[in-house]
């Protein structure tokens, strides 16, 4: 049996039938991305050392700066946003406090991550990113700080 069908119903059909399939594969077409953290070099940087740091060496160092936007667009931006502006699901980094009181809190989310009631919220990255990549990321993220 052959029902007479007008375009616009075949595109919406056509519509509907794409929005399904896609469905599909879920969880690949609306993922934020790799989640696999990737390698950030930086080597180009300081040495300074194993022992974790308070203060955040490369603070205000340009070379630091620029490899700490690509570990950040990377590894950050699919949670706190691209620029480091968040759409809400994270903190949005512009605000957090430069010096010594927003290096302190950094760390501790960076190295340890945040979790609440079972839940990851953010992993841990000190470990598998290293201190250098982590205070370079800090360093962007200084560089894009707003009062505003």
């Known amino acids: 049996m052959h029902l007479p069908m007008s375009k616009s ?3 919406l059909a056509l519509g509907a039938m794409a929005i399904a399939l896609a469905g599909l594969a879920g969880p690949q077409l609306l ?3 790799d989640v696999t953290p990737q390698a950030v070099d930086t080597s180009a940087l300081p040495d300074i ?5 308070g203060e955040n060496p490369y603070s205000g160092n340009a070379k630091a700066i620029e490899i700490g936007t690509s570990a950040y667009g990377q ?3 699919r949670c706190h946003g ?3 502006i968040s759409g809400g699901i ?3 980094l512009r605000y957090l ?4 009181a927003g290096d302190e809190w950094f760390i501790e989310r960076y190295r340890n991550g945040s979790s609440h009631d079972g839940k990851v919220y953010m992993p841990p990255f000190g470990d598998v990113l290293g201190q250098k990549a982590g ?3 800090r360093s962007y993220i200084e560089s894009v700080h707003t009062d505003d």
């Not at 050392?49 to 740091?53: R, V």
């Open 9 to 11: 119903t075949a595109r």
């Open 31 to 33: 993922a934020h991305g």
């Open 97 to 100: 406090e430069l010096g010594a």
């Open 135 to 137: 205070w370079a990321i």
């Open 82 to 84: 691209l620029q480091a």
């Open 90 to 92: 994270a903190p949005d």
């Open 49 to 53: 050392g194993e022992q974790w740091l």
């Open 75 to 77: 590894n950050c931006a």
